[in-house]
């Protein structure tokens, strides 16, 4: 029965949350060669993901802390950070890139609140899909659930910085990363404002 529940875990949570491998590389090729920002990265996908399991299991035991209505409005976090970094990544390109390459030394890439608010608001739309499981998975079932869904944020993260590290994509990521990441950021802020039907979209 255990392993019954972990299977379907693993499962629900990789069909969710396949998308956020490419994030997540993308993120640590942002931070690559800077102190501390694997840290903070995985310290943001956690703080993403744990606000959208508090919401998951409330809405699960009838509290809705989010309504439905508002899901599709998350998508206003990721298209923000995306049109900074367009932003940002035009300035470089512009007027060249010495300041960039100061506060990022002092930063370190991504902040963990950058990286939660992307993680939380791309699985703004997984909650509609956990709270059905969860209501019907009962209290130990819920416990099991969110026990995987834990664990698999830890190898989600490992993935994510193995497919940065890889020689050649580490070397494509060097080179398009500042313009793939406003571009994945900002279609995901899109879709999920589209999807949702945000301002009668």
């Known amino acids: 029965m255990e392993l019954g529940i972990i299977g379907q875990a693993a499962g629900l949570f990789a069909v969710t949350?396949?998308?956020?491998?490419?994030?997540?590389?993308?993120?640590?090729?942002?931070?690559?060669?800077?102190?501390?920002?694997?840290?903070?990265?995985?310290?943001?996908?956690?703080?993403?993901?744990?606000?959208?399991?508090?919401?998951?299991?409330?809405?699960?035991?009838?509290?809705?802390?989010?309504?439905?209505?508002?899901?599709?409005?998350?998508?206003?976090?990721?298209?923000?950070?995306?049109?900074?970094?367009?932003?940002?990544?035009?300035?470089?390109?512009?007027?060249?890139?010495?300041?960039?390459?100061?506060?990022?030394?002092?930063?370190?890439?991504?902040?963990?609140?950058?990286?939660?608010?992307?993680?939380?608001?791309?699985?703004?739309?997984?909650?509609?899909?956990?709270?059905?499981?969860f209501a019907t998975a009962g209290a130990g079932g819920m416990t099991v659930y969110a026990a995987v869904f834990l664990v698999l944020v830890a190898v989600w993260c490992f993935a994510g910085k193995f497919f940065a590290t890889r020689p050649v994509i580490a070397k494509a990521l060097a080179r398009w990363g500042h313009i793939l990441l406003p571009l994945v950021l900002i279609t995901i802020g899109l879709l999920i404002l589209i999807e949702g039907g945000a301002f009668g979209l």
Not at 27 to 35: I, S, Y
Not at 69 to 97: C, E, M, N, T
């Open 17 to 133: 949350n396949i998308d956020d491998i490419l994030i997540l590389a993308l993120f640590f090729a942002q931070g690559a060669g800077h102190p501390g920002s694997t840290r903070r990265i995985v310290l943001g996908q956690y703080l993403g993901f744990a606000a959208i399991l508090v919401v998951a299991v409330a809405a699960a035991f009838g509290a809705t802390f989010l309504p439905e209505s508002v899901i599709p409005y998350l998508g206003l976090l990721p298209l923000a950070l995306g049109l900074k970094a367009a932003w940002q990544a035009w300035k470089d390109h512009r007027y060249g890139s010495e300041d960039e390459e100061e506060e990022q030394t002092k930063q370190g890439g991504p902040g963990p609140l950058e990286v939660a608010a992307v993680t939380f608001a791309n699985g703004g739309d997984n909650i509609g899909v956990y709270v059905p499981v």
